[in-house]
């Protein structure tokens, strides 16, 4: 099993202390001081501020693509999909593909490792007159950050100790699909009831009957729950951009899923 492999260093929380008496004498000109002290007297918080991005993108994206495609045609080739309206499915695929896919990783067992991203010093946008300032937050604030790579770990891993076979990850993701709460569906009822047989069906997976032993269940939900946690921007930004660019996550989903 592969853990996240950073290029950490010591805390930059120091390192702004040290920056402070150069980056004086340029911000009390400019009447930005306020803004050093603030930066030189934050909290450390460095695993939610430090952005990383894969190690090895070639070999990880070509993994988590093919994961991506057998996650879409799971959801294509069940009959009970397809007899929902157009406007659910489309409601069910956009919610629900993240935990999939992440479901599909832990299948899979791919694992990947991770690097810490070059970031923008203070000094350099001051000596810039914040050109391009605006620009560069937006895609910092976008940037997959190594707390975030840690909860995807944390429930591969989870998924791991589980030891699930693949009857039981059917179950699991046709439960996590069929989801009946989502607002706006035209068919909820119908679909509680698929959710409900596919809990069904990952219980009798899980829990044989001379066993008796509901924990292995009560576990797996609780690493469903930690699913949810894992946003769809960190997995779209840190699995997929480097391959789609620009272009918009959602599109070529719906293209995976209506184009034969």
Partial sequence: ????????????????????????????????????????????????????????????????????????????????????????????????????FLLGLAQERVSFEVTETPGHSMLKRILLNGQGLIRTEEEEKRQPTLAGVQRIKMCLSKFWGLDLSPRGYAYLKGAILFNPDLPGLQAPAYIENLQQEAQRALREVLVPLPARDSGRFARVLLTISALKTISTGLITELFFRPVIGAADMKELLLEMLYTQ
């Fill in 1 to 100: 099993m592969a853990c996240v492999n950073v290029l950490l260093d010591k805390c930059r929380c120091a390192s702004g202390e040290r920056q402070s008496a150069i980056l004086y004498a340029i911000l009390s000109q400019r009447g930005d001081l306020k803004a050093c002290y603030e930066f030189t007297h934050h909290s450390c918080s460095c695993e939610a501020r430090r952005t990383v991005c894969l190690k090895t993108p070639q070999v990880t994206c070509q993994a988590v693509s093919a994961v991506l495609v057998k996650t879409v045609s799971f959801m294509r080739n069940l009959p009970s999909f397809h007899h929902l309206p157009r406007t659910d499915q489309l409601l069910l695929l956009e919610s629900c593909w993240p935990p999939l």
